[in-house]
């Protein structure tokens, strides 16, 4: 009997693991997970569960019957120290070895840390369903929050400490918040919404050094400017670091992330990798990226549970999307930012719903919206039109607020049809 093993129970691995079944696999399928805990989704982390704590079945990737149902063999608690490719298997830390004919690195990424020595209790990193449990609870008894970091974390994170009273405070070594995630105009209107709630932004700036109390607990923080902060608690957001020690060492070529082609498959034809640790080099059409992002994670699952199931591999070629919520504020991102050459913005960033579509020699290539889903989901649609990205579009019509977006993509895509 042929057997699939997965490195990874988040959400890459399972999607796979589903989408594999799907495909008609009926073989041994074996997903291996570092963490305790059953696959949990990690969105609420830093949300709801931050803020109202959340049951384990209501953070379940999927229901624990799915396992069963579909003959998953999940293994928690089994972190992978190895890789065997001239055998064929993973060793496990317990020493045992699981043959594979074919195998997916959905290994995740892994918080940066600042850097500075003797980080007292108290200052931490947000990542897994162990640390939302413990922020949650050092948070309880704290007044003064100091958020390290104003990407999208490090602000979800500050949002849902205001809401839970606290003041808080973002330290932010760039010039701008969210500076790698968004545009300039996106980012001064989360900025205000942040300031207007009450969340205190320090723009370049960050931790010099850490101020401990009797008990060892952080009781504040010298910035890099010189200044002192009171902090009860300190969350440290500043990016991930893409798990690729497994595969680096396993003789597979990586560079922040595991390098794979368009097909999501690795140098070694029976090994693939998805979701944050995947690196996506696509010669012909001049790309490289890394998508920390859980639509990432489930489509790239989806496309490479097929090649589980012994399709033939194919090309990952889904739009990518994010959302965030903050400050009482939805954003919504389709494509890749950062791509353009041109913004044509529809609405008023400073009063209420807005959409950033970002253009490149005329043709769409992202749109970032906040509190406006529909422009969202057209956005999606255009995107998704090969008409829309190669023919341009009307700058004057996606700037007009009255016309309907939906129709308009609705009519591109059968443009391309016909």
């Given at each position: 009997?042929?057997?699939?093993?997965?490195?990874?129970?988040?959400?890459?691995?399972?999607?796979?693991?589903?989408?594999?079944?799907?495909?008609?696999?009926?073989?041994?399928?074996?997903?291996?997970?570092?963490?305790?805990?059953?696959?949990?989704?990690?969105?609420?982390?830093?949300?709801?569960?931050?803020?109202?704590?959340?049951?384990?079945?209501?953070?379940?990737?999927?229901?624990?019957?799915?396992?069963?149902?579909?003959?998953?063999?999940?293994?928690?608690?089994?972190?992978?120290?190895?890789?065997?490719?001239?055998?064929?298997?993973?060793?496990?830390?317990?020493?045992?070895?699981?043959?594979?004919?074919?195998?997916?690195?959905?290994?995740?990424?892994?918080?940066?840390?600042?850097?500075?020595?003797?980080?007292?209790?108290?200052?931490?990193?947000?990542?897994?369903?162990?640390?939302?449990?413990?922020?949650?609870?050092?948070?309880?008894?704290?007044?003064?929050?100091?958020?390290?970091?104003?990407?999208?974390?490090?602000?979800?994170?500050?949002?849902?400490?205001?809401?839970?009273?606290?003041?808080?405070?973002?330290?932010?070594?760039?010039?701008?918040?969210?500076?790698?995630?968004?545009?300039?105009?996106?980012?001064?209107?989360?900025?205000?919404?942040?300031?207007?709630?009450?969340?205190?932004?320090?723009?370049?700036?960050?931790?010099?050094?850490?101020?401990?109390?009797?008990?060892?607990?952080?009781?504040?923080?010298?910035?890099?400017?010189?200044?002192?902060?009171?902090?009860?608690?300190?969350?440290?957001?500043?990016?991930?670091?893409?798990?690729?020690?497994?595969?680096?060492?396993?003789?597979?070529?990586?560079?922040?992330?595991?390098?794979?082609?368009?097909?999501?498959?690795?140098?070694?034809?029976?090994?693939?990798?998805?979701?944050?640790c995947a690196r996506v080099i696509d010669v012909a059409a001049h790309v490289t990226m890394r998508l920390e992002s859980v639509q990432n994670a489930a489509d790239q699952g989806r496309v490479i549970g097929a090649w589980l199931a012994g399709a033939p591999a194919r090309r990952y070629a889904a739009v990518p999307w994010f959302w965030s919520e903050q400050a009482g504020r939805r954003l919504t991102i389709a494509g890749l930012v950062g791509a353009a050459d041109e913004i044509v913005t529809r609405g008023d960033p400073d009063a209420g719903p807005f959409t950033a579509f970002h253009l490149r020699d005329g043709n769409l290539v992202a749109a970032e919206s906040i509190?406006?889903?529909?422009?969202?989901?057209?956005?999606?649609?255009?995107?998704?039109?090969?008409?829309?990205?190669?023919?341009?579009?009307?700058?004057?019509?996606?700037?007009?607020?009255?016309?309907?977006?939906?129709?308009?993509?609705?009519?591109?895509?059968?443009?391309?049809?016909?």
């Amino acid at each position: 009997m042929e057997t699939v093993v997965i490195v990874g129970a988040g959400q890459a691995g399972i999607q796979a693991a589903a989408s594999a079944r799907e495909h008609g696999y009926d073989g041994r399928l074996v997903v291996l997970g570092g963490e305790p805990h059953a696959p949990y989704q990690r969105p609420p982390l830093s949300k709801e569960h931050l803020r109202d704590g959340v049951e384990d079945q209501r953070l379940a990737l999927r229901p624990p019957r799915f396992y069963t149902d579909a003959a998953v063999d999940v293994r928690t608690g089994v972190p992978v120290t190895a890789i065997d490719r001239t055998v064929g298997e993973v060793v496990l830390a317990d020493g045992e070895r699981v043959p594979y004919d074919r195998l997916l690195l959905a290994t995740g990424a892994s918080p940066r840390e600042l850097g500075i020595p003797a980080s007292p209790s108290g200052v931490m990193t947000l990542r897994h369903l162990g640390d939302a449990s413990r922020l949650r609870s050092l948070a309880a008894d704290a007044v003064h929050v100091v958020v390290v970091g104003a990407g999208f974390l490090g602000l979800e994170v500050a949002s849902t400490m205001r809401a839970l009273g606290k003041q808080v405070t973002v330290l932010e070594a760039g010039d701008r918040v969210l500076g790698r995630g968004v545009s300039s105009t996106v980012a001064n209107a989360l900025e205000r919404a942040h300031a207007r709630d009450g969340v205190r932004i320090r723009l370049n700036d960050s931790v010099r050094a850490w101020q401990t109390r009797g008990d060892g607990r952080v009781g504040g923080l010298v910035t890099t400017d010189g200044r002192s902060l009171h902090a009860d608690l300190v969350v440290v957001a500043v990016g991930v670091r893409p798990n690729v020690s497994l595969a680096e060492c396993a003789g597979l070529p990586t560079s922040d992330g595991i390098i794979v082609g368009p097909d999501l498959l690795t140098s070694d034809p029976c090994v693939a990798a998805a979701g944050d640790c995947a690196r996506v080099i696509d010669v012909a059409a001049h790309v490289t990226m890394r998508l920390e992002s859980v639509q990432n994670a489930a489509d790239q699952g989806r496309v490479i549970g097929a090649w589980l199931a012994g399709a033939p591999a194919r090309r990952y070629a889904a739009v990518p999307w994010f959302w965030s919520e903050q400050a009482g504020r939805r954003l919504t991102i389709a494509g890749l930012v950062g791509a353009a050459d041109e913004i044509v913005t529809r609405g008023d960033p400073d009063a209420g719903p807005f959409t950033a579509f970002h253009l490149r020699d005329g043709n769409l290539v992202a749109a970032e919206s906040i509190d406006a889903p529909a422009d969202h989901m057209a956005a999606r649609r255009l995107l998704s039109s090969s008409s829309a990205r190669a023919d341009g579009i009307d700058r004057e019509l996606l700037a007009d607020p009255n016309v309907n977006l939906r129709a308009y993509a609705t009519r591109r895509a059968e443009e391309t049809v016909r």
